[in-house]
């Protein structure tokens, strides 16, 4: 129905824990699926909210926030990577932290300095550091070298997809697995794989320059907000069991839904056949 | 909240009057509206509010007062310091919650408010009543943007009554030292009773005069609740089934407040208890009239059809000096006697009349403007609730009345269509008649006379043209 239901392969991490046949295009869901952490009603900034239409959001504190803005038919879903990890054997070996700088989106422009970015992760970090970059970022040669030329192993999860588009299905899976392998995540802004990672088992951080979008807005309390609020889980040091019991309240861990009644809210009957849309 | 901004905040004049009991570093939590944090007199004021809009309107207005302070966020956040002489939360403790929290239950905030008060402090509390008049006839809705989370009134901490309240306070180690019921809406009523004035069966006169002017909400009901509330207190249910309850509470001690505020124009009304009985400390500690209600007493012989009851009340009342004061602020003492309650200024008679002939029996409209010779003002003086039982009844006369009226219709197009048939007949009978012989003879004769008269007519007008 919407095709940021698609991205970073969400609907394909649903429609496999829901039981429909894996790789194949997932069924249109009936509704607006919350693809990103957002302190809002869990749209994207640029969705315009159609009445009538229900929305999935990650947690029951954005199910309030969007009731209170005027929302209706809004339904804790929970996030996919929650249901992704019930799906995925535990960890193993765990060594290092991944690092996701802050990002920008398609026609974006991060204002920031990576060097020092750079120098203070080095100085922090107290093992192998794997920077993950978005693919924008990934694949301007220029900062990636700069992040290769510090030690760093540098990845890139892959393209979210675009307009039913050069879908990812692998993306979500590709995600985890690096969380999985690594003992902490941080970023330089509070963002989706912080969470994805407390809940994953990672020791969190928040730390170093924020930087800044071009004509950045500070919506709904924007970063001074994020900050006050979450103020535990900003720092070098966070303590993880204080993050993961976060994690699970903002990620919807323990509000997930079973195979049949997320069929039920996406509409997937068995018979559904109606390629994604 | 960064989006959130409260609707409808508490206020009105009659919970300006508690306001004004503050005293010391008053704590004002969730939305009250600037006349009520205006009347708060302290020196020191702080203000919780939990929309960032509010907070910055807060901000803005109080700039220039010294002693005030804007917090803005959820009650839970507040810092469990004793450190306010007066907490003021006559909002309720329903919108103190923000929607980052799970929510703090009724008791829980109770426990916060508790928690801030110095020893000795002064508590004022709002309470929606969930069995309040305004619910049983309130329209079903469907929830607002501000029932994010559970119905405040799921909360089985909540109380569920008057006593309940009580009790709920006595428990915390506070003394109550004033409640109220509150009408006609639990966040901006126009009419505080206190329980003391609601168990006295000589205030029923005055206090059902106060229930009827505090008036009906302004918003759409199933019915005009002004009746259900007098009858709700000669039933002694109107504490247990008021929409709202306030109460002062503190660790002992005495708070001076009146015992019944209703917001009047031009002043408030004020009923105090003192040694002498109750006295109107808003008018020189006048005594209170005992009696029953006129209004009461014009409708309950209305409904009976008791006219020569009707037309005494009516004559005493409009023949009278306060024919501009309405029935409801006038009480019927055992005499007969008329004594104005003083809940207003007096008006013009037909309007005062208008009142009466809104809440009497629709038929009897005409009757009563002719037994006291005054017609009364056509468009109701109060503007009606748009309550939905008055406009089903009133839709319902309308179709009684439309119904009466075409049975007229039919019953006089049947005595029409008689008359014609009779008329057809008679034609019938003149015609076979002419064609009889005495018939034919007859028309003869009056041809014959019919010509007679023309010569005689014409031989008469020109005798007198030869006279000129």
New interface residues.
Partial sequence: MHHANHYYGHSYALARYCGLAPGVVPPRIHGYLQHGWNI?DGLAPDHEYVPGIPSFVWS??T???A????RRRVYVTGAPLAYLLTLTPPAGERDGTIWYPFHGWEGQHVQGDHDRLIAEITETEPGPVTVCLYWQEYRTAPVRRRYERAGFRVICHGYRGGWWKDLDPGFLDRQLAELLRHRRVASNRLCSAVFYGALAGCEPAVYGDPMQLRDERDL??GRP?IRR?WAELHGKQVDPAVAHAIAVDELGADRLLSPAELRALFHWSSSSTVAAA | MPHWSDRSPAGGDALTVLASAARGHTLIVGPHAFPLIDAVPSARVTVLTRGVPDAEALAARYASRPGFEVCCGSLEKLAAVPAYDTVLALDGLDRAGSTESDGLTWADSLGTLLAVLRPGGRLMLGCANPAGLHRLLALPAEPGDEEWGAPAFDDASRPVGAGALRSALAAAGLDVLGDYAAYPDPRSPRALVGSAALRDPDLRGFLAGVVRRAGAPDEPMLADPRPVAVQMLASDLAGELAPGWFVVAARGGSVPLPDVILAATPDVVRLTRTARGWCRSDLDSAAVPVGRNLMDALLVAARARDLPGMRALLTAWQGGEFAGVSADGIVVDADGRLHDLRLGAAGDPQVALGHFVDAAPADLAELIAAMTGVAPASAPAWPGAGAFREVAAERDRLARELGEAQARLDWYESRLATRDAELARAHRIITLLKGTVPGRAATAVRGALRTGKRAARTALHQFRRQQR
Avoid: N, P
Wanted: net charge positive; aromatic share 14%; glycine share 22%.
């Fill in positions: 809002g029951e504190r199910r309030r926030r009731w209170s803005m005027g709904f309390g907000r609020q």
